[in-house]
């Protein structure tokens, strides 16, 4: 071969090599010996062989497909325990006998079992709320405090995150400064509206990317229990 003949650096472009090498998977199988002449430089500094800087790289896939693992499994260990909590609130509240049963197990339930600082349920009422066993949770359908929960009703949709300061009030009152986040679910009680309310000291436990699927599982649970109870006292 003459010089004519010879490749010089410059006749070929670093874009033309990842096209040769991409094409030619096996070009390192036929010229092993290139996997240790070689050499890549590290983003820590140094200089390593291309056999190390594989090895190294397969190392790091290693660590995160590992803490991707960890995470699903810690996700699973969750769910598994959520499931078991919902099916000891859903025994409890079949075990109710009255509405007063119900909102006392969710209170307790709700706060020993699932965390949760502060809980409240509203019910809409279009007549009197004479003969409803717990009379402060009862808005008519021209109370003001509606007002502030109108996208929520409308929607049936749960909202979760900070609530305003008037929702805060209207759902828990004295302890309002303390709720930082919350959850907001939508009742349909047979043909009455109504809303749970759970509320948590920490910022982080309610946010409007959460999933969903367990409160709203939560929200149908409670509900129909609660419609079953007033249909049995009517």
């Known amino acids: 071969m003459n010089e004519q003949q010879k490749i010089t650096k ?7 090599v990842r096209e040769y090498l991409l094409a030619s ?13 070689i050499q890549v430089t590290e983003q820590r500094g140094g200089v390593v062989s291309l056999t190390m800087r594989q090895l190294a790289v397969l190392r ?11 995470g699903l499994l810690a996700i699973a260990r969750e769910n598994d325990a959520l499931f078991g909590r ?34 409240a349920i509203r019910l809409v009422h279009a007549g009197s709320e004479e003969g409803f066993p717990i009379s402060d949770v009862v808005w008519q359908k ?17 909202k979760c995150g900070l609530p305003t300061h008037a929702q805060a009030e209207a759902l828990f009152n004295e302890q ?5 986040s919350a959850a907001l679910i939508p009742l349909k009680i047979g043909q009455q509206g109504g809303l749970l309310a759970i509320g948590s000291k920490d910022t982080d436990r309610f946010h409007p990317t959460m999933g969903t699927l367990f409160l709203a599982h939560l929200g149908e649970l ?6 079953s109870l007033q249909e049995i006292k009517q």
């Open 142 to 158: 021209d109370d003001s405090q509606l007002e502030h929960f109108k996208r929520v009703l409308e929607s049936q949709k749960i």
């Open 222 to 227: 409670v509900a129909k229990r609660l419609n």
């Open 86 to 119: 919902m099916q000891q609130l859903t025994t409890a509240l079949i075990d109710a006998r009255c509405v007063e049963d119900v909102f006392a197990t969710l209170d307790d339930t709700l706060r020993e079992c699932f965390g949760a600082d502060f809980f």
């Open 60 to 70: 790091e896939k290693n660590e995160k497909s590992q803490k991707q693992l960890e």
């Open 10 to 16: 410059t006749d070929l472009t670093a874009e033309q």
């Open 176 to 180: 309002a400064d303390d709720v930082k």
């Open 25 to 37: 998977p096996d070009f390192f199988n036929q010229y092993p010996e290139l996997l240790d002449d």
